[in-house]
T-cell receptor, first 114, second 107 residues
Framework: SQTIHQWPATLVQPVGSPLSLECTVE??????LYWYRQAAGRGLQLLFY??????ISSEVPQNLSASRPQDRQFILSSKKLLLSDSGFYLC?????????????FGPGTRLTVL | QKEVEQNSGPLSVPEGAIASLNCTYS??????FFWYRQYSGKSPELIMF????GDKEDGRFTAQLNKASQYVSLLIRDSQPSDSATYLC???????FGKGTKLTVNP
């Protein structure tokens, strides 16, 4: 069966500090991978998605970047965090087509920027 | 800009009742529709997906899709206190989520 991991589970960072969140998937190969953010009182927002190694699509201009150095690894980064970057960051994967396939979420990372 | 609208609630039902959750979407070309359940502080978990007009049943859950009206709903029969959560409607492959409806089932 497939398993998706995210770490860290929680993170408190000062404004202006860098960020690196990691997501890995087990039990499948060549998954589509996604990063979402859920801010307090707001819906889930798609940030990035990737259909393969080194292939990143950005959905929203922002202070963040994503990379996919290995088939089942997806990393979300920032060089300098803003207060507005606080939120619940979720990684998800799907098996096939980005346009129709079911997505499954990891446990999430709760980020607080102070 | 695709939009997905849900009644934010909260929706409160007694145990054993039917809970009805509704969702409308703006993109008439949408092909896939999903319902996720999210407990407080946790990540969303998939309940059901539906692609075709009509009803799809899975245990106590029934998803209903009407593409002409751009409307999708989730019915929960015999609601249990453990069903208390926020229910997220999502549309499309690059999912667009509604803000969710908070459901409380009272014992």
């Amino acid at each position: 069966s497939q398993t998706i991991h995210q770490w860290p589970a929680t993170l408190v960072q000062p404004v202006g500090s860098p960020l690196s969140l990691e997501c890995t998937v087990e039990g499948t190969s060549n998954p589509n991978l996604y990063w979402y953010r859920q801010a307090a009182g707001r819906g889930l927002q798609l940030l990035f998605y990737s259909v393969g190694i080194g292939q990143i699509s950005s959905e929203v201009p922002q202070n963040l970047s994503a990379s996919r150095p290995q088939d089942r690894q997806f990393i979300l980064s920032s060089k300098k965090l803003l207060l507005s970057d606080s939120g619940f960051y979720l990684c998800a994967w799907s098996r096939d087509s980005v346009s129709t396939d079911t997505q499954y979420f990891g446990p999430g990372t709760r980020l607080t920027v102070l | 800009q695709k939009e997905v609208e849900q009644n934010s609630g909260p929706l409160s039902v007694p145990e054993g009742a039917i809970a009805s959750l509704n969702c409308t979407y703006s993109d008439r070309g949408s092909q896939s529709f999903f319902w996720y359940r999210q407990y407080s502080g946790k990540s969303p978990e998939l309940i059901m997906f539906i692609y075709s007009n009509g009803d799809k049943e899975d245990g106590r859950f029934t998803a209903q899709l009407n593409k002409a009206s751009q409307y999708v709903s989730l019915l929960i029969r015999d609601s249990q206190p453990s069903d208390s959560a926020t229910y997220l409607c999502a549309v499309g492959g690059k999912l667009v989520f509604g803000k969710g409806t908070k459901l409380t089932v009272n014992p």
